[in-house]
């Protein structure tokens, strides 16, 4: 039979396997809380632990708690920051309680870490008490508002420096394009003549927008409500632990923190991860619009725009052969649809605090962390297995460009709207150009005609707008 150790709570008592580093209050959140199958972030378990170190630190400043306890604390943070243990954070991310179950965990953790550090044994009555010592001059909200702020900024990061990578492989793929004439389109129709490059050199300013939003959100993360404790009146905190605690902070998180200036509001109120999560979600929309785009400019191969094509990344049919899908702009798509469900849960969870506290925290976190991460590695994948693949097909693009009717556009200075209307109309009906329709009906000279028809200077601001006299 498995080895046991008897701990006791506020409930009663339970038995814990023998070897656990995780205590009586993880296990019954485990059992409560069997939600998602899954376990807390990796990068949320890193947070908590450099939270707790500089919370040890500053209590030891503070003459608040020993320097032998402080030091065995932050070695044991130490080793969680490394990666170790992070099995024995057990907790599903989605509990209630406002996350208390996640900084429980955390506590009884580098509790019993630094208990065994310190030559003493496992369980709550050991050297270093995860209430006590871990949690000294703490809340869960304090903490885990704190904790998720810091994980979030870690994983923007990650998304930044992806959206970094699209936007320069969309402007290589602007310069390589340029020269590329095609047909631009409004609505599915015909519009008037662009340039691929310049389609792609949109593209790539879309994303620099979205990085740029992404960016400026984080810095609404900055704010923290560490010192606050439960609800933001600083009990149970000592003076200088509070006025030290996000400094040190700062310093081993290696990002500028500051105190809010009202706790009260800081610890009622999560709207700023509300304010990220719609950057990400604005961002994810542009991004599903290029993937949109990019599907239509290769359908086919030949009975679709066929205007570039992808690259071959999988077969994609199980009864059709030759078939291949845009798959790599479809998982895009896929990801961006998941963080705008993902967003609508965040402002909703937003929304829903109570009087001094938001209890929602969780599932903000769950979904916050879901939708960076995936929307990272979409981006990835769309950049390296899509974006830096693709060829232009530019016979099919002047096919397709000089049989169409839009190019009539250009002539409305010199005929008006309503004749160059006529003249749509009626190439439509014979099936012939526009160019053929306005010589056999004498309406310009050749010359005139072919420097109005100059399909390139139609790209170009300034000269398109340039009429003739």
């Avoid at 006529?422 to 050749?446: C, D, H």
């Amino acid at each position: 039979m498995e080895q046991t150790r008897i701990e006791r709570d506020c409930i009663g008592e339970k038995a814990i396997p023998a070897d656990a580093y995780y205590g009586i209050q993880s296990l019954r959140a485990l059992e409560n809380f069997s939600i998602t199958g899954t376990r807390m972030h990796s990068e949320m378990i890193r947070s908590l632990a450099i939270l707790k170190k500089a919370c040890a630190i500053a209590n030891a400043q503070a003459g608040v708690l020993d320097w032998a306890r402080s030091d065995a604390i932050s070695w044991a943070c130490d080793q969680i920051v490394k990666g170790r243990y992070h099995d024995q954070f057990i907790v599903d991310p989605m509990q209630g309680g406002a996350g208390t179950s996640m900084n429980m965990n955390a506590n009884e953790v580098i509790a019993n870490l630094a208990s065994v550090h310190m030559g003493g044994g496992l369980g709550a009555d050991s050297l270093v008490h995860p209430n006590d010592h871990v949690n000294c001059g703490q809340s869960t909200n304090d903490v885990i508002p704190t904790a998720g702020k810091m994980t979030t900024l870690v994983l923007m990061r990650q998304l930044e420096q992806s959206l970094d990578s699209l936007r320069d492989a969309l402007e290589e793929k602007a310069g390589e394009f340029d020269c590329v004439l095609k047909m631009g389109r409004t609505q599915l129709q015909d519009a008037v003549p662009v340039r691929l490059g310049q389609e792609f050199h949109a593209y790539a300013t879309s994303v620099a927008r979205g990085l740029a939003r992404v960016h400026h959100s984080g810095h609404e993360l900055l704010t923290i409500n560490m010192g606050g404790t439960a609800i933001g009146t600083g009990l149970n905190a000592d003076s200088q632990y509070f006025s030290s605690v996000t400094e040190i902070l700062s310093a081993h998180m290696g990002a500028d923190f500051h105190q809010a200036t009202d706790l009260i509001d800081a610890t009622q109120n999560v709207d700023c991860f509300a304010a990220v999560s719609s950057a990400v979600r604005n961002c994810a929309l542009a991004l599903s619009k290029i993937a949109n785009d990019l599907r239509l400019m290769s359908s086919g191969p030949r009975t679709g725009f066929g205007e570039i094509t992808l690259p071959a990344r999988q077969s994609g049919s199980s009864i059709m052969p030759g078939k291949i899908n845009p798959v790599i702009p479809e998982v895009l798509n896929e990801v961006a649809f998941r963080v705008v469900g993902n967003d609508v849960t965040i402002s909703m969870a937003v929304e829903a605090g109570q009087m001094e506290l938001n209890a929602f925290e969780p599932v903000i976190f769950c979904c916050l962390f879901q939708s960076i991460d995936e929307l990272t590695q979409a981006v990835r994948t769309f950049t390296t297995n899509c974006v830096c693949g693709i060829t232009a097909n530019k016979e099919r693009c002047v096919e397709l460009l000089e049989s169409s009717i839009g190019i009539v556009t250009a002539l409305c200075p010199y005929i008006g709207y309503s004749r160059g209307a006529e003249l749509a109309k009626e190439a439509l009906a014979k099936n012939v150009s526009i160019r053929q329709l306005v010589l056999e009906e004498g309406l310009m000279a050749p010359e005139q005609l072919d420097s109005i028809l100059n399909v390139d200077g139609m790209t170009h601001p300034g000269i398109a707008g340039k009429v003739l006299r």
